[in-house]
C-alpha cells in the first residue's frame, strides 16, 4: 500500500522528532517525511479486500531501512491475488533534517530499477520510469507537559509533489495521534483520499496495527520496527 498507480494503502514509518511519542503513516507509493533512524528495520505487511471487482485482494509487504538518519531505501513488494508478484527498490534522502522549529526538506526517488508495476486489473499501468520527489514534513502541535490526548494531540503534517509514477501532482496529509495507544491519519495521492486509525497494543513495544478504508473498501496493515 508504505504504497494501479494509486495503489494506496497505510504504512507505519518510524519515528517523529522532538523526542515525542509517535507514529507514522503513508498511502503506498506516495513518499512521506518519516525516515527510520540509522541502522532500523521498519516491516509492514497491508491486506486490501477487493481493490476492484474479481480481484479478491492485494498484499504489500514494505521493508525499510535506515542507512543513516537522513537516508532511507526501502523496497515495496506487490502481491495481487493470483498474478505474481513485483518489487520496486526506492530511496529517500533529507537534505533537511526536521528540528523542533523547521519543517524537513526531503528529496528521494521512487522505482529506481524501473520495474514497478502497481496497476490493477482494468486500470493503465504507470509510467514505470524512475520517479524524483520532493517533501516536507513537520509537528505543527506537540504534547505538552503530559502524553498526547484529545485536548493535547500530537499533529504532523506531510507535503509533497512527485513526478512520473507520481503523476506530478501534490500529495500529503495529516496525521495525529490522540492518546499512547492510538493515532490516525488522512491522506490524499493522486486524488485519492485514505482514512485510518493504528493502534499501538503497549507503548514502548514497536508493533502498530492499522485498519482504514480507501475507495470504499477496506484494508488492514500490521508493521513492526527491529531496532540497533
Known sequence: MRRTQIVALLVVLALAVAMVPAFAADIVGMPVGNLPK???VEFNYIYWREPVPGLSHIG???VYYGITDQLEINTLTFAA??????????VSYAVLPETAQKPSLIVGATNLAEKGARALPGQAAPNAKVSPFALSAYNVMVPQGGPPSLTNPLIRLHLGYGSEMHADKVFGGVQFLVDPHLGGAILNYQGQPAYMLTLMPKPGVPLEITGGTLQGEKFLRVGYVWTR
Open 60 to 62: 504489500v509487504a514494505e
Open 81 to 90: 491475488q493470483g498474478r505474481g508478484t513485483e518489487t520496486e527498490l526506492n
Open 38 to 40: 540509522a541502522g532500523n
